[in-house]
């Protein structure tokens, strides 16, 4: 797995931010989701959209590893 996530929080605390993560459940194991992409809503009354995980480096391209089922 690569290690973009940590070369992209180094460049970015000059910035006072860092890359945001959330946590996913599997299989009573804890671990760190792949990155989000946050999708916009188009209609205000319309449904809530998907949540997609990426199932690659938005920054490299490496493929994330297969998660257990």
Known sequence: MCDCRTKVDADLESKNARLAFGFTFDNARM???PPLVWLEKI???GKKPPIL???HCPFC??????RSP
């Open 31 to 33: 671990d760190l989701s």
């Open 43 to 45: 209609n205000p009354r």
């Open 53 to 55: 995980m990426a199932s």
């Open 61 to 66: 391209g490496d493929k994330f590893p297969e």
